[in-house]
């Protein structure tokens, strides 16, 4: 289960420390020994709830939850492939800017840290660069960088918002999220199909009106009606 943070792959310089602060991550290092005594409550918490622990298919459930448990929160990690980024054509003016750069849906799984249900859901980014920019498939990797946690929804995208403005110091940042969360579902009001939304606007997009419904059209937002 030891895993080698995202920080310590890369042999970080001083702002990639700043960055590690932005992506708030927390390497686990958890023995074997951990790992059998942590398989125990497991077995004892299924096994109150009424699983019969004693049969083929189910014997080894606890150890098979833990590390799942594990994967589906490895966020924590960080994500060295994430720390590449590239000039643009905007040297040093300050008020140079290139058209929006908009991704989604991403499709992310992540943990209500209240009830430590799934949240499914997908997310819509984009960001107008200036000196610099970021491969496409890094937004996918910022998304689940912060989604493979224990979160909630409206954290989730200030994290995301926090970091690509620390990566690339855009002139703007724009998040929407829209996800259903199961602990609305499963337990409690027990909801049919409920769609959390929420965004993020900074800069530019905070200031400017037209540049978020640009956001939300090209993102085929507005079109889709968020369905």
């Known amino acids: 289960m030891e895993r080698q943070s995202a920080m310590e792959a890369i042999q970080p310089d001083s702002d990639e420390l700043d960055l590690e602060q932005v992506m708030h991550l927390r390497p686990r290092r958890i023995s074997a020994e951990q790992l059998r005594k942590y398989e125990g409550y497991i077995a ?128 703007g940042v724009a998040i929407y999220l829209e996800a259903h969360h199961l602990c609305t579902q499963m337990r409690g009001v027990r909801e049919s199909a409920p769609l959390t939304r929420t965004s993020v606007w900074r800069g530019a997009f905070a200031s400017n009106p037209a540049l978020r419904s640009e956001f939300l059209t090209i993102s085929g937002i507005h079109k889709s009606g968020t369905s």
Do not use: N, W
């Not at 490895?74 to 994500?79: I, R």
């Not at 905007?90 to 209500?112: A, H, K, M, N, T």
């Not at 949240?119 to 989604?147: D, P």
């Open 44 to 171: 004892e918490i299924f096994g109150a709830c009424g699983l019969d622990l004693h049969t083929d298919a189910t014997e080894r459930t606890p150890e098979r939850f833990i590390r799942a448990l594990f994967d589906i929160t490895d966020g924590y990690e960080g994500d060295p492939k994430l720390l590449t980024i590239f000039s643009t054509e905007c040297r040093g003016d300050p008020d140079c800017q290139l058209s929006q750069v908009s991704e989604g849906p991403i499709q992310f799984f992540s943990l209500c840290e209240h009830h430590g249900l799934p949240i499914i859901g997908r997310a819509y980014v984009g960001y107008i660069a200036h000196e610099h920019i970021i491969g496409i498939s890094k937004l996918t990797r910022l998304v689940r960088l912060f989604a493979k946690r224990f979160t909630v929804q409206e954290r989730l995208g200030q994290q995301m918002a926090d970091t690509l403005e620390a990566m690339l110091e855009p002139h």
